[in-house]
């Protein structure tokens, strides 16, 4: 009767087991999927209080379901931390219909409640820069691969290469990484 009981026990403790580690999985992990994903960006337009000359404008765009924004939010942090001073203003465009909020480090993003264009977004996270004329210099996403930083991003350079008053032509972008479609 004994071996029984825990025989019973262990496999009980198994089960338990095999279901946390299955519902950790499906929620948590997600399958990198190797595909190419064109962020076109000639659509977008900044709204008319933002439009024209100004200070370098950086558009962030979050959609709070998407798990691949949890790996460029500490990325997205450190360039605001250091853009910021040299006068960048960040923005922030949430998915339409979407419900959540940002991490308190990213507080100092201004939100938008709409960017003329963003309707066709292929997929977040994904930046917007326009340059110092009001010219869009860039749209596409952080990096390319799984996760994103400053060793592997595209925008360090671009908004360095802005602030020296040199001209970026990056509005069309194609990148394999970890995205969320926006539309839908």
Request: net charge neutral.
């Amino acid at each position: 009767m004994k071996k029984l009981s825990t025989l019973a026990i262990t496999l009980l403790c198994a089960a338990v087991l095999w279901w946390a580690y299955d519902s950790f999985q499906s929620r948590y992990l997600r399958p990198f999927a190797n595909q190419a994903t064109l962020f076109e960006g000639s659509q977008l337009r900044l709204p008319a209080e933002l439009a024209g000359p100004g200070a370098i404008r950086v558009v962030h765009f979050w959609d709070p379901a998407c798990p691949c924004n949890v790996g460029n939010q500490q990325h997205l942090s450190e360039l605001v931390e250091q853009f910021t001073p040299q006068g960048v203003s960040f923005y922030l465009l949430q998915k339409p219909a979407s419900h959540g909020a940002l991490p308190a480090n990213l507080a100092a993003l201004k939100v938008l409640r709409e960017l003329p264009g963003s309707a066709s977004l292929p997929a977040s996270p994904a930046v917007a820069i326009w340059d110092r004329q009001g010219r869009l210099a860039y749209f596409g996403p952080y990096s390319e691969g799984a996760v994103c930083n400053s060793s592997n991003s595209f925008i360090e350079p671009i908004l360095k290469a802005l602030l020296e008053d040199r001209n970026v032509s990056a509005s069309n972008t194609v990148a394999v990484g970890c995205y969320c479609a926006w539309a839908g």
